[in-house]
Every structure is written in structure tokens, then in C-alpha cells.
């Protein structure tokens, strides 16, 4: 495909741009249950409207965007206090990924830093331990920059197997990492266990909040119970908090939040001899989207801290009732203690995948989890709506299927692309395959 010789008109362009969005799913009506957390109509034209206003502008340069500046220091300062340590200082970054990958460069930094005195440079490669359940982001995080991310089995209670975690510290250990909440069970990590061996050892403790981040704050403040996450608890050393998950922002926004200024310092780049100049950068990411900044800061400012309250009373709502309308359904459970509005359900008398199936021909989109099969919701204010009509038609489905036995076997389930990064795995082949595909332009289309 060529770019075209001369361009097409704006109209034309729209129309192609409407025509393709109907091919995709209907995330608006509630059918999709997972990918997008919309907020309501007047948070997406706050969104739309501070985009417009700041397109152009680039976050590489804050002495040239004194606003973007403003926006993102007050967002870190915003955010830290959710987070329980009105001083703790971090970054905007483009997703969990990133803000994983930031918080892992810090410790691999850190850990062979000679000048620290908390502990001694490791000799070997660096470590990292985390619980099975942990995103593979920190796969992702250890395969770039050269680190070994050991798993720890997960307990009967699907969170962190703590005793586990500690048989697996080598001298190499830089880092433990708890999940609050991991994705595919929704349960939160015993994060201050984790953080406590983690202090008992001189070791770094990261908080995977890219789910609960901008969520168990507004909980707590609605008085409902909310397992200890955040800096409240000593040893936590660096979260992850997503923005563009609960925190309703665009897609490309999260934050990375530190403890303690001094490790912050090993996140960034710099370079003094550059013809170009000096050049000093923060983040992965080189030129940074200014209007991802902006509008964080004024959805943040539009919706305050009612305007979260309401979303995840709404959500929590929602989610409970699900939870009840599952677990009356006979042969279906929901999986361990869902902390939020994140769950994973099954059934030990059939096939869950067939259920999956039999609701996608009814319209609903419901992820699969696998090793063991399950399915997966992420619950948002938008899906408030669909409750009923879902948890009927779930009832329908079951009975539909109930004679499909429960297997291990069948096609794997697919999260975003990737399964794991070992390269052994016949599967990863055909994810890279998969992946690699992505952006061929398909004839005929
Ligand atoms: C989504 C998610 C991530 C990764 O975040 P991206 O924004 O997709 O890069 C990491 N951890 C958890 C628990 C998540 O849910």
C-alpha cells in the first residue's frame, strides 16, 4: 500500500474512520469485559477537549511546557497521597508496562550501585522474586533489561505464597514483588508480609498497584475493607498505579511512585557530551505525549475524590452482585476473594471455554484465563447497566452447557499477545507469529 498521491478529503476520512469502528466490539453497551474502563459521556468530552488543547505539546521539554510541568508534578502529588506518603515522589509513564520496567531499571541500578549501604552490590545477575499470578510485564521488564524473574507458587487463597517467596532469595535478590490486586484473580498480595521480608533482607519491595492504584484509596474512603497495599506499610519501596485503567485517564497514562528520592535517581538517563546537547530523560519513552499529561491532571481535577467514590460504589455494586448471581448459579464458583472489581469464575462440573462460547453468541465478550481454565470480568461503571441481562443470560448459557465436561486441554487463552517469555514453548512461536502478523496490511480488507 501506498500513501495516497493526493490526500482525502476530511469527510472521506470520517466516514472510513465510522465504517471501521462498527467492525469492533461494543465496549459502549457493556458487552466487553475487559480493555476499556469508560467513565460516562462527560469525562470522555473533558478527555477529547484537553487532547485538542495540548496535541502538539511534548513532555520531553518542561522548561518549554511550564504547564505540562505544572500538570504532571501535581498529578505524582496527587497520586502519592492516594497512595498514603504525601511525599513520595515518581513519573508519568505510557502504561503498567513502563512504569514496571521503570521500577525494575531503578533496583537493577541500585543493586549494583557500590556507594548504597542498605546492602551490598550483587555480584551475580539481579533477581526478582513474584508470585505466579504477577503480570508478565515484569517477564517483559526482566527480559529487556537483563534480570531473573524467579515465580513463587500462589497459596490455596490464590494470593502470594509468601513462605515460598522466601525459599527462593538468593544472595542475586534485588527486589519482591506483591500484586494489589494481581489481574487474573482480582485478590490482593499480603503485602505487608511481603514488604516485612523484604525489609528483614535488605531487599526492595514493589507494589503492583496498576489495577488497585487509583481504586482501594476511594474504597477506604468509603469505609469498605481494603487490605494494606500502599506506602502506609514499611518496606513498600516503588508502585505501580495505572491511570488509564481506574483512574479513567486516556490510553498511554500511569504512574511509577518511589518512596524515597534517592532510588527514583537510577530510573533516569542522561548524557552530557551529546553534539545535540545535553540530553537527560526520565522515562523510556524519548518525546513524551504532553496531552496524555494534561488530560490526566484535569480529568483528575474533574471528577475529585467524589467523583471516584461514585464510580467505585457503582462498580463495587456491580461487581457484588455478580459475584452472588455466579455462585447461585449450580457448578459455577467464583475464584478466591476478589479484593475489587476484578474476578475470575469456573466450574469444576463443565467446560467453562464452552460457556465463554455460548455467551459470545449472545454478544458478550469474556475473557479466558488458563492454567487452570477459567473466565475472567474486569467490572467498570459502565457495565452497571448490563447486569441483569448478563447474569441471565449467563444462567441460560450454563444450562446450555452443562453437559460439556471440564477439561484441562483446549485452545489456549489470549491475554493482549504475549504468554511468557520462554522461548523453549512451541506456543511462544506462535504468539510471536501472531504478534509479527499484526501490522501486515491484509489484501482485501
Ligand atoms: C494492566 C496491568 C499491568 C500492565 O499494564 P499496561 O498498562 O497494560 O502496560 C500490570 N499489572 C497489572 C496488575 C495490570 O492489570
Same mark, same amino acid.
Given at each position: 500500500?501506498n500513501l495516497?498521491?493526493?490526500?482525502?478529503?476530511?469527510?472521506?476520512?470520517?466516514?472510513?474512520?465510522?465504517?471501521?469502528?462498527?467492525?469492533?466490539?461494543?465496549?459502549?453497551?457493556?458487552?466487553?469485559?475487559?480493555?476499556?474502563?469508560?467513565?460516562?459521556?462527560?469525562?470522555?468530552?473533558?478527555?477529547?477537549?484537553?487532547?485538542?488543547?495540548? !496535541?502538539?505539546?511534548?513532555?520531553?521539554?518542561?522548561?518549554?511546557?511550564k504547564?505540562?510541568?505544572?500538570?504532571?508534578?501535581e498529578?505524582i502529588?496527587?497520586?502519592?497521597?492516594?497512595?498514603?506518603?504525601?511525599?513520595?515522589?515518581?513519573?508519568?509513564t505510557?502504561?503498567?508496562?513502563?512504569?514496571?520496567?521503570?521500577?525494575?531499571?531503578?533496583?537493577?541500578?541500585?543493586?549494583?550501585?557500590?556507594?548504597?549501604?542498605?546492602?551490598?552490590?550483587a555480584?551475580?545477575?539481579?533477581e526478582?522474586?513474584?508470585?505466579e499470578?504477577?503480570?508478565?510485564?515484569?517477564d517483559?521488564?526482566?527480559?529487556y533489561?537483563?534480570?531473573?524473574?524467579?515465580?513463587a507458587?500462589?497459596?490455596?487463597?490464590?494470593?502470594?505464597?509468601?513462605?515460598?517467596?522466601?525459599?527462593?532469595?538468593?544472595?542475586?535478590?534485588?527486589?519482591?514483588?506483591?500484586?494489589?490486586?494481581?489481574?487474573?484473580?482480582?485478590?490482593?498480595?499480603?503485602?505487608p508480609?511481603?514488604?516485612?521480608?523484604?525489609?528483614?533482607r535488605? !531487599?526492595?519491595?514493589?507494589?503492583?498497584?496498576?489495577?488497585?492504584?487509583?481504586f482501594?484509596?476511594?474504597?477506604?474512603?468509603?469505609?469498605?475493607p481494603?487490605?494494606?497495599?500502599?506506602?502506609?506499610?514499611?518496606?513498600?519501596?516503588?508502585?505501580?498505579?495505572? !491511570?488509564?485503567?481506574?483512574?479513567?485517564?486516556?490510553?498511554?497514562?500511569?504512574?511509577?511512585?518511589?518512596?524515597?528520592?534517592?532510588?527514583?535517581?537510577h530510573?533516569?538517563?542522561?548524557?552530557?557530551?551529546?553534539?545535540?546537547?545535553?540530553?537527560?530523560?526520565?522515562?523510556?519513552?524519548?518525546?513524551?505525549?504532553?496531552?496524555?499529561?494534561?488530560?490526566?491532571?484535569?480529568?483528575?481535577?474533574?471528577?475529585?475524590?467524589?467523583?471516584?467514590?461514585?464510580?467505585?460504589?457503582?462498580?463495587?455494586?456491580?461487581?457484588?452482585?455478580?459475584?452472588?448471581?455466579?455462585?447461585?448459579?449450580?457448578?459455577?464458583?467464583?475464584?478466591?476473594?476478589?479484593?475489587?472489581?476484578?474476578?475470575?469464575?469456573?466450574?469444576?462440573?463443565?467446560?467453562?471455554?464452552a460457556?465463554?462460547?455460548?455467551?459470545?453468541?449472545?454478544?458478550?465478550?469474556?475473557?479466558?484465563?488458563?492454567?487452570?481454565?477459567?473466565?475472567?470480568?474486569?467490572?467498570?461503571?459502565?457495565?452497571?447497566?448490563?447486569?441483569?441481562?448478563? !447474569?441471565?443470560?449467563l444462567?441460560?448459557?450454563?444450562?446450555?452447557?452443562?453437559?460439556?465436561?471440564?477439561?484441562?486441554?483446549?485452545?489456549p487463552?489470549?491475554?493482549?499477545?504475549?504468554?511468557?517469555?520462554?522461548?523453549?514453548?512451541?506456543?511462544?512461536?506462535?504468539?510471536?507469529?501472531?504478534?509479527?502478523?499484526?501490522?501486515?496490511?491484509?489484501?482485501?480488507?
Amino acid at each position: 500500500m501506498n500513501l495516497p498521491s493526493t490526500g482525502l478529503s476530511r469527510g472521506e476520512i470520517s466516514s472510513v474512520l465510522r465504517d471501521e469502528a462498527t467492525k469492533d466490539v461494543d465496549w459502549k453497551g457493556g458487552k466487553l469485559w475487559t480493555l476499556v474502563y469508560y467513565a460516562g459521556d462527560d469525562v470522555a468530552d473533558l478527555l477529547g477537549e484537553t487532547f485538542k488543547e495540548y !496535541l502538539y505539546t511534548n513532555g520531553l521539554g518542561p522548561t518549554a511546557f511550564k504547564s505540562l510541568k505544572r500538570f504532571e508534578s501535581e498529578v505524582i502529588a496527587m497520586t502519592a497521597s492516594l497512595l498514603s506518603e504525601p511525599s513520595a515522589i515518581g513519573n508519568m509513564t505510557t502504561g503498567g508496562t513502563e512504569s514496571i520496567l521503570m521500577a525494575m531499571k531503578s533496583a537493577r541500578d541500585w543493586s549494583r550501585d557500590s556507594s548504597q549501604t542498605s546492602r551490598r552490590a550483587a555480584e551475580g545477575r539481579p533477581e526478582v522474586v513474584a508470585p505466579e499470578t504477577a503480570h508478565p510485564a515484569f517477564d517483559k521488564a526482566a527480559h529487556y533489561l537483563d534480570v531473573k524473574l524467579v515465580r513463587a507458587p500462589i497459596g490455596p487463597h490464590l494470593r502470594a505464597d509468601v513462605d515460598a517467596m522466601r525459599e527462593l532469595i538468593t544472595p542475586n535478590t534485588m527486589m519482591l514483588v506483591g500484586s494489589a490486586p494481581n489481574y487474573p484473580y482480582g485478590t490482593v498480595d499480603d503485602i505487608p508480609a511481603i514488604a516485612s521480608l523484604a525489609q528483614e533482607r535488605g !531487599l526492595l519491595c514493589h507494589v503492583d498497584a496498576c489495577l488497585g492504584g487509583f481504586f482501594l484509596p476511594f474504597m477506604r474512603m468509603l469505609g469498605e475493607p481494603v487490605p494494606e497495599f500502599d506506602f502506609a506499610v514499611p518496606g513498600v519501596t516503588t508502585i505501580s498505579a495505572d !491511570l488509564h485503567k481506574y483512574g479513567y485517564s486516556v490510553r498511554g497514562t500511569s504512574t511509577v511512585m518511589y518512596r524515597d528520592g534517592d532510588l527514583r535517581r537510577h530510573q533516569f538517563f542522561s548524557r552530557a557530551d551529546w553534539a545535540g546537547g545535553l540530553y537527560g530523560s526520565p522515562t523510556m519513552t524519548g518525546s513524551r505525549p504532553g496531552a496524555a499529561i494534561a488530560e490526566s491532571w484535569a480529568l483528575m481535577q474533574y471528577l475529585g475524590e467524589d467523583g471516584y467514590k461514585e464510580r467505585v460504589r457503582s462498580t463495587l455494586d456491580s461487581t457484588r452482585a455478580i459475584i452472588d448471581g455466579i455462585n447461585a448459579i449450580d457448578g459455577m464458583t467464583v475464584r478466591g476473594e476478589p479484593a475489587m472489581g476484578v474476578l475470575a469464575f469456573g466450574s469444576d462440573a463443565f467446560d467453562c471455554y464452552a460457556l465463554s462460547s455460548a455467551m459470545r453468541k449472545r454478544g458478550w465478550d469474556i475473557e479466558r484465563l488458563q492454567r487452570p481454565k477459567n473466565l475472567h470480568l474486569v467490572v467498570t461503571p459502565n457495565h452497571a447497566k448490563v447486569v441483569d441481562q448478563f !447474569l441471565a443470560d449467563l444462567r441460560a448459557c450454563a444450562d446450555e452447557v452443562r453437559d460439556r465436561p471440564a477439561t484441562e486441554s483446549g485452545e489456549p487463552a489470549l491475554y493482549g499477545a504475549i504468554d511468557s517469555v520462554d522461548d523453549d514453548q512451541p506456543v511462544n512461536e506462535l504468539i510471536l507469529g501472531f504478534i509479527d502478523s499484526l501490522t501486515r496490511v491484509e489484501e482485501g480488507v
